[in-house]
């Protein structure tokens, strides 16, 4: 089956940098690649997805990058706020059986005032 | 505004107890999915269901059952409740091929 690793685990930047995380996956047929954010005691919610016949994809600060070749995709923050300290969830999916997605191990992400 | 809610938010039982975890979601989605989450490990499915009685396998089915009598409605069962299920479980609700919308989640710590 599809195996998704996500890197870095923990990543600390200072406001108004940029944040960067990246995902590869292992399934060639995957197609779908949502990204989710989780803040402290709350619901993972959908910030960002991108499928295979895009290779980037940009909405205000955040951005997605996809390298099917590769197998990686990327999500990435420009200009950090404190409100985006949260974990992220990348995940993948064929888009097949109910669109199953499988998830990376997330990223806390940490924005020092 | 996609509503997907789960009965508890925490959940105390004790070993060897049956425990059922419900999920309601009220867009009329086909899909419905169960995972739990550990920390360093993701989300990880446990079951899913793409139409009432009807249900597939996760990655991780082993000590679950899953029932879905009615569309807006997915339980997760726990047979008889062992200590390594203490975790964070959570449901989700989707459109075939659509966004993933997840409930708040259910504590469970089992005793």
């Known amino acids: 089956g599809e195996n998704v690793e996500q890197h870095p685990s923990t990543l600390s930047v200072q406001e108004g940098d940029s944040a960067v995380i990246k995902c590869t996956y292992s399934?060639?047929?995957?197609?779908?690649f949502p990204w989710y954010k989780q803040e402290l005691g709350k619901r993972p919610q959908l910030i960002i997805d991108?499928?295979?016949?895009?290779g980037e994809k940009k909405d205000q600060r955040i951005a997605v990058t996809l390298n099917k070749t590769a197998k990686h995709f990327s999500l990435h923050i420009t200009e950090t706020q404190p409100e985006d300290s949260a974990v992220y969830f990348c995940?993948?999916?064929?888009?097949?059986?109910?669109?199953?997605?499988?998830f990376g191990g997330g990223t806390r992400l940490m924005v020092k005032p | 505004d996609v509503k997907v809610t789960q009965s508890s938010r925490y959940l105390v039982k004790r070993t060897g107890e049956k425990v059922f975890l419900e999920c309601v979601q009220d867009?009329?989605?086909?899909?419905m999915f169960w995972y739990r989450q550990d920390p360093g490990l993701g989300l990880r499915l446990i079951y899913f269901?793409?139409?009432?009685?009807?249900?597939e396998k996760g990655d991780i089915p082993e000590g679950y059952s899953v029932s879905r009598e009615k569309k807006e409605r997915f339980s997760l069962i726990l047979e008889s409740a062992s200590t390594n299920q203490t975790s964070m479980y959570l449901c989700?609700?989707?459109?075939?091929?659509?966004?993933?919308?997840f409930g708040p989640g259910t504590r469970l710590l089992v005793l």
């Open positions: 989700a609700s989707s459109w075939k091929g659509g966004t993933q919308y």
């Open positions: 399934d060639s047929a995957s197609n779908y």
């Open positions: 991108i499928r295979s016949n895009v």
């Open positions: 995940a993948a999916s064929t888009g097949n059986a109910g669109n199953m997605l499988t």
């Open positions: 867009m009329d989605h086909e899909n």
């Open positions: 269901s793409y139409d009432v009685k009807m249900k």
